[in-house]
C-alpha cells in the first residue's frame, strides 16, 4: 500500500479528463439553456421540491441565469485549466446548486458530476497543460501521484458496478422490465426497429445491461481487454442515446471512462491537441514530480478514504427501509438506479378544515407537468407538496387546513393501487430519513439486490 | 499476458454474444408458455395511427360538418324569419349537432389541439350576462377565452332555450324586442364563428395533418400516439368525469351540488343524451371501432393487447380490465333519468355515483394505459422513474 501511494503516472490522463469534462459540463450547460429549461423548470414553476436538509436552495429568478453562466464559465475555465482552484470550486458550488432547486430534475448523472467536480477540487488536474501552469500561476509537473488518477477510475467503478448490482432484482433479469415496456415504443427506428417487438431483445439487453455495468470496469482496467472494452462503452451508451430520452449521460460516460487509457494514450492526445491548437511545447514538459508533503498527503488521501467509505455504504441505506424499495423509494436516489423503473402515478389532493371548507387540488395550478409526474410516485415529494397546499389554502382563509391524498400508483407493470393511505393528514406528516408509515404496502415482491 | 487471457476470452465472448443475440432475436418469435402472448404486428404504430385518422376521425368529423351545416342552414332560417316552425327546425338542427359534436371534441389533437377546437364550442355554462352585453356591443370579440362561455352550443342552447317560458316568449325576443336586429346578429356570429374554426380544423387535418399525423410514429412528447393519448385522457378526465358529472355534483369541490353547471342547460333533457354519446364515443375510440362500419381496427386496445399489457399479479388483461371499468360506467349512466339537472336536484347520489365509477376508468387510462404504452408526458431528460 505505501509502495502504491508513492507510485507516480504521467499527469496526462488528469490533464485531459480536466478538458473533456469541462467542456462536457459546458456543453450541458449550453443544452439545457438552449432548451429554454432554466425558464421552464427553474424560473416558471411556483413551487420546487427542495432536498432534505437542503431547504435553503431555491432558485434565484431571473438570476437563475446568472447562476447558469457561472457554472457554464468556471466550466470552460476548468477544461483550459485558468484559475484552476478557483474555477472548480465554482464549477462544483454553481452545478450543486443548480441541481438542489428541485427535485423533480433529479438525474444520476447530475449527481456522478457534482461528485467528479467535488474531486477535482483536490486533484492536481491543473499542473499540467493548461493555462495556470503555462503562466506559472501553479508550479508545472509531468508526473503525479498514481492515487490521484485512480480516485476517478475508483468513483467510475462504483458507478458502474453499482448500477449493475441494482439491476440484478427479479423484474430486471426475469422479466425483463421495465425494458419489455419501453422497447416497443421504439420500434419504429429504421433498421434495428423491429427487433424491439420480441420479449427476446428486452432480456438480452436486460441480461447484457447488467452484465456490462457489472464487468465493464474491470475489463476497462486491463489493458489487452480495453481496446474493446472501449469499444463496448460507446456501443452501449450510443444505444441508449437512441432507445431512452436520457440525455448527457451517454456522452459523459463516454469520455470520462477514457480516465482508463494509459499515459501514452493520453500523451498522444495532447500532442495531437498542442499540434491543432498551435500550443507552444512549453506547455508539457518540465519533467518534475508532484510530490505533496507528508502531511498533505494524510490529509487528502484520508478525505479520499472517508468519500469512498462514504460512497460505497451510501447506496445500501434501503436495506435499514422495512418497505420495497422501488415502492416507497426510500433510499432510492443518489445510488445509481437507473433505468430502473416504469413508473407512474395519479394523485388527487384534498384540501379541507375545520370548517368544513373542501378543495380538491389541480395540481396544473401548482405544478409542471414534469413535477407532477415526479411527485406522483414519490413519498417525499407527494408530502412536500402538502405542506405547501396546506400553507397555501391557510393564506386563501382555511382554517388549519388537512390535506389528504388520493393516489394510485403503477410499477414495471402491474396494475396501479393506492399508494398513500387516503385517511392520514399530511399537512401533519414531516419528512425525515424515517420509515413513512402512511406509505400503503406493495403487496408484491421484487427479489434481489 | 497469459494469466490475463481468460478475461480477454471472457470479454469477447460478451460482447460476440451481444452482437449474435441482437442479430438473431428476430428469428424466434415468442415461444413462452404466456397466455397472452404479445402480437408484434399489432404493434405498428403506423397502422393504428392509419386506422384512427382514416376511419374514425375525419369520418368522425365528416359527419359533425354535416350535422353543422344543417345547422347553419335552419338558423339561418330562423334569422331570416324567426316563427314557431324555423325555431323548432333550428332547436332539433342545434341537438343533432350537439350530440354529434360529442363524438369528435375526444380528438384533441393536431389542429383541433392547436385552434383550441373545444373552447368554440362547448364550454359551459354559458355566461348569459355576457352574451347580452355582447349582443348590446355587437363587436365584442369572440377569439379571447373570456368570450368562450359566450359562443358555441351552450350560448345557442341560451339563446333559442333560455330567453323565456314558452316559445311565444322566445320568440318575441327576435320579433318585436328592440334589440331584436341585434340578437339576430348576434345569433349570425356565434354560428359563423363554429362555422369558421370548425372549417379550418377539418381543412388543415384534410390538406396537411393527416400525413403529418399518421407518419409521427414516435412516441415522444410531439408524437401522434403520445398526443393523442394525452389529448384522450384528458378529455375523459376533465371534460366528461368532471364536466359533464363533477362539478355539476359537487363530487369535485365543496361537496356543495351546482345543478346550474349541467351541459344543455336550458334544453335540460338533452344532458344525459350528450354524456352518454360521449361515453360512448370514448369508448368506441379506445377499441378501434371504425366509424363507418363498426368494426373493430387498429386501436388503443389492439396495441395495448400487442403489446401484452396486463395485471402482471391477475394476469388480467389491460384491455379487458379497462373495457369492465367502461361497462361499470356505463351500468351508473344508465340508471340516471335525462335531465341530469333534476338528478343533481333530486337524485344527486347517482350523479356522483357516476362521478366516482369514472375516476376509478381515468386512473386506469391515465396511469395503467399510458403507462404500459410508455408515452413521454414531459420533454425532460429522464433516466428512469
Redesign the interface.
Known amino acids: 500500500m505505501g509502495r502504491y501511494l508513492r507510485t507516480y503516472t504521467s499527469a496526462a490522463p488528469l490533464s485531459v479528463f480536466r478538458i473533456a469534462f469541462g467542456l462536457m459540463i459546458f456543453g450541458s450547460v449550453v443544452r439545457f439553456w438552449s432548451?429554454g429549461?432554466i425558464d421552464d423548470?427553474y424560473i416558471k414553476p411556483s413551487f420546487f421540491f427542495p432536498y432534505y436538509g437542503f431547504e435553503f436552495i431555491k432558485p434565484l429568478g431571473e438570476y437563475t441565469y446568472l447562476l447558469f453562466v457561472a457554472c457554464g464559465l468556471s466550466a470552460l475555465l476548468v477544461a483550459v485549466g485558468w484559475f484552476y482552484r478557483t474555477a472548480s470550486v465554482l464549477l462544483f458550488l454553481s452545478f450543486t446548486y443548480i441541481e438542489l432547486m428541485d427535485k423533480s430534475?433529479y438525474?444520476?448523472?447530475y449527481y456522478f458530476v457534482s461528485l467528479v467536480a467535488f474531486l477535482l477540487l483536490f486533484l492536481p488536474a491543473n499542473v499540467y497543460f493548461s493555462v495556470d501552469a503555462h503562466q506559472n500561476r501553479t508550479d508545472s509537473y509531468d508526473q503525479i501521484p498514481r492515487w490521484t488518477i485512480d480516485s476517478l477510475r475508483l468513483l467510475m467503478g462504483i458507478v458502474y458496478v453499482y448500477a449493475g448490482l441494482a439491476k440484478l432484482n427479479s423484474d430486471w433479469l426475469l422479466?425483463a422490465l421495465?425494458l419489455r415496456?419501453?422497447l416497443?415504443?421504439?420500434?419504429?427506428l429504421p433498421i434495428?426497429g423491429?427487433?424491439f417487438?420480441?420479449?427476446?431483445?428486452a432480456f438480452?439487453f436486460s441480461w447484457?445491461g447488467a452484465?456490462?455495468d457489472l464487468?465493464i470496469p474491470?475489463?476497462l482496467l486491463?489493458r489487452?481487454?480495453r481496446p474493446?472494452?472501449y469499444?463496448?462503452v460507446v456501443?452501449f451508451h450510443v444505444l441508449t442515446v437512441i432507445l431512452?430520452?436520457?440525455?448527457?449521460?451517454p456522452y459523459i460516460m463516454i469520455v470520462a471512462a477514457l480516465i482508463f487509457f494509459s499515459a501514452g494514450f493520453h500523451q498522444r492526445i495532447i500532442a495531437v491537441l498542442s499540434r491543432l491548437l498551435r500550443l507552444p511545447a512549453a506547455l508539457v514538459g518540465s519533467g518534475k514530480k508532484k510530490v505533496y508533503s507528508g502531511r498533505q498527503a494524510r490529509l487528502l488521501l484520508s478525505g479520499l478514504a472517508v468519500f469512498f467509505v462514504v460512497q460505497l455504504l451510501f447506496p445500501f441505506r434501503y436495506a435499514l427501509y422495512p418497505n420495497e424499495l422501488f415502492w416507497s423509494e426510500e433510499g432510492y436516489r443518489f445510488s445509481w438506479?437507473?433505468?430502473?423503473?416504469?413508473?407512474?402515478?395519479?394523485v388527487q389532493f384534498k384540501v379541507v378544515d375545520e370548517k368544513g371548507?373542501?378543495?380538491?387540488v389541480n395540481n396544473e395550478d401548482h405544478l409542471?407537468?414534469?413535477q407532477e409526474?415526479?411527485m406522483a410516485?414519490q413519498p417525499d415529494m407527494l408530502v412536500q407538496f402538502a405542506h405547501y397546499l396546506r400553507d397555501y389554502y391557510a393564506r386563501q382563509g382555511f382554517q388549519k387546513p388537512e390535506v389528504y391524498v388520493d393516489t394510485?400508483?403503477?410499477l414495471?407493470?402491474?396494475?396501479?393501487k393506492p399508494y398513500i393511505d387516503p385517511t392520514v393528514n399530511l399537512a401533519q406528516e414531516t419528512d425525515s430519513f424515517t420509515p413513512k408509515k402512511w406509505i400503503l404496502p406493495f403487496?408484491?415482491e421484487i427479489k434481489g439486490l | 499476458?497469459a494469466h490475463?487471457?481468460w478475461?480477454?476470452v471472457?470479454?469477447?465472448v460478451?460482447?460476440v454474444?451481444?452482437i449474435w443475440?441482437?442479430s438473431t432475436?428476430?428469428d424466434?418469435?415468442?415461444p413462452?408458455p404466456d397466455p397472452n402472448p404479445?402480437k408484434?404486428e399489432g404493434?405498428?404504430?403506423?397502422a393504428m395511427l392509419t386506422h384512427l385518422a382514416d376511419n374514425i376521425i375525419l369520418p368522425s368529423y365528416a359527419n359533425f360538418k354535416g350535422k353543422l351545416d344543417a345547422m347553419m342552414t335552419k338558423s339561418e332560417a330562423f334569422a331570416a324569419k324567426p316563427d314557431k316552425t324555423t325555431l323548432t327546425d333550428f332547436r332539433q338542427a342545434w341537438v343533432d349537432a350537439y350530440t354529434e359534436w360529442q363524438k369528435v371534441e375526444l380528438f384533441d389533437v393536431g389542429p383541433a389541439e392547436a385552434q383550441t377546437l373545444r373552447y368554440f364550442f362547448n364550454i359551459y355554462p354559458a355566461n348569459a350576462t355576457g352574451i347580452e352585453e355582447n349582443i348590446v356591443s355587437g363587436t365584442a370579440q369572440l377569439d379571447v377565452p373570456a368570450s368562450y362561455p359566450k359562443q358555441g352550443f351552450p350560448a345557442l342552447d341560451y339563446l333559442i332555450n333560455g330567453l323565456g317560458e314558452s316559445d311565444e316568449a322566445i320568440l318575441v325576443r327576435y320579433t318585436t324586442a328592440a334589440d331584436a336586429a341585434k340578437r339576430i346578429a348576434y345569433l349570425k356570429r356565434v354560428t359563423t364563428q363554429m362555422k369558421t374554426v370548425f372549417t379550418a380544423v377539418q381543412t388543415e387535418w384534410t390538406t396537411t395533418y393527416r400525413d403529418k399525423f399518421v407518419n409521427a410514429?414516435?412516441?415522444?412528447v410531439n408524437s401522434s400516439t403520445s398526443k393523442l393519448v394525452n389529448g384522450y385522457v384528458l378529455h375523459y378526465e376533465r371534460y366528461i368525469r368532471s364536466g359533464k358529472f363533477g362539478i355539476p355534483s359537487g363530487a369535485?369541490?365543496?361537496?356543495t351540488p351546482a345543478a346550474d353547471k349541467v351541459e344543455a342547460f336550458y334544453k335540460k333533457d338533452l344532458s344525459l343524451t350528450l354524456a352518454k354519446t360521449a361515453h360512448q364515443a370514448a369508448i368506441d375510440f379506445f377499441n378501434g371501432k371504425d366509424v363507418k362500419t363498426g368494426q373493430e381496427g387498429p386501436g388503443f386496445k389492439s396495441y395495448l393487447n400487442a403489446?401484452?399489457?396486463?395485471?402482471?399479479?391477475?394476469g388480467?388483461s389491460?384491455v379487458d380490465?379497462i373495457n369492465a371499468q367502461f361497462e361499470a360506467s356505463k351500468a351508473k349512466l344508465n340508471t340516471l333519468k335525462p335531465s341530469l339537472y333534476d338528478e343533481v336536484k333530486t337524485n344527486n347520489a347517482a350523479m356522483v355515483a357516476v362521478y366516482t365509477e369514472m375516476q376509478k376508468a381515468?386512473?386506469?387510462l391515465?396511469?395503467?394505459m399510458?403507462?404500459?404504452?410508455?408515452i413521454?408526458?414531459?420533454?425532460?431528460?429522464?433516466?428512469?422513474?
Open positions: 432548451k429549461w423548470f430534475t438525474l444520476n448523472h422479466e421495465p415496456i419501453w416497443p415504443g421504439r420500434n419504429d434495428i423491429f427487433l417487438n420480441y420479449r427476446e431483445t438480452t447484457l452484465l456490462y464487468s474491470f475489463f486491463n489487452f481487454t474493446f472494452a469499444v463496448a456501443v431512452f430520452p436520457i440525455g448527457m449521460f438506479r437507473v433505468m430502473l423503473m416504469e413508473k407512474m402515478g395519479h371548507q373542501q378543495i380538491m409542471t407537468r414534469l409526474k415526479m410516485t394510485y400508483v403503477s414495471n407493470g402491474r396494475l396501479g403487496g408484491d | 499476458m490475463l487471457s478475461k480477454t471472457g470479454f469477447l460478451v460482447f454474444s451481444f443475440a441482437c432475436s428476430k424466434t418469435p415468442d413462452g404479445a408484434p404493434t405498428d404504430r403506423k410514429t414516435g412516441i415522444d369535485m369541490a365543496n361537496g403489446l401484452g399489457a396486463k395485471d402482471s399479479q391477475s388480467k389491460l380490465v381515468v386512473r386506469m391515465k396511469v395503467d399510458t403507462s404500459a404504452m410508455s413521454t408526458i414531459t420533454y425532460a431528460d429522464n433516466d428512469g422513474d
